[in-house]
């Protein structure tokens, strides 16, 4: 398999999240409604809030992927555009290893959390609060693709420009 298949892939894949990201937000604006309605009418439903909570967090970690491949993390601009090529290029490098190295630890933090969490339920919903924490999983796990692939890429340019 080819280093382009494999970052057409990870580019896909975050596509993917992010245009799942975007049918929960719909989703959580229909919950929302829902709710108010239920209010207004005292129809009894109990479980549409923690429903919209449990969305709320999942648009956060869907989108992960694709920001982390876009670059719209924080960074000084101002000061990143007057270094030279080598230390923008030493700068890239140090985000794309800080970054690989926090997403690892939030993934095994997050493994460790939905491991703790698996028997757990979230009452009004009656599911496993594991749903709540997974979103980290996946979120993370990909940006930990997006960032391993960016610096494979990185790398390899830098090989071949020099």
């Known amino acids: 398999m080819s280093l382009f298949h494999v970052g057409s892939i990870i580019n896909q894949g975050a596509k993917r999240l992010e245009q799942a990201s975007c049918v929960v937000v719909l989703s959580v604006t229909i919950l929302l409604l829902f709710a108010i309605i239920n209010r207004a009418f005292s129809l009894g439903f109990s479980g549409i809030p923690g429903l919209s909570r449990l969305m709320g967090i999942w648009i956060t970690f869907l989108i992960l992927p694709q920001l982390t491949l876009d670059n719209r993390h924080i960074k ?11 230390v ?21 933090s997050a493994s460790i959390t939905v491991y703790d969490f698996h028997g ?22 990909g940006a930990f693709l997006v960032y391993t692939h960016q610096a494979y890429n990185t790398i390899s340019i830098k090989d071949v420009i020099s």
Do not use: H, K, N, P
């Open 76 to 86: 000084v601009e101002y000061f990143y555009d007057q270094a030279s090529d080598r």
């Open 88 to 108: 923008q290029y030493l700068l890239d490098m140090l985000t794309m290893i800080l970054g690989v190295i926090f997403c690892l630890f939030i993934f095994i």
């Open 120 to 141: 757990t339920m979230i009452a009004e919903l009656g599911i496993s609060a594991a749903w709540r924490y997974s979103a980290v999983l996946v979120g993370f796990l």
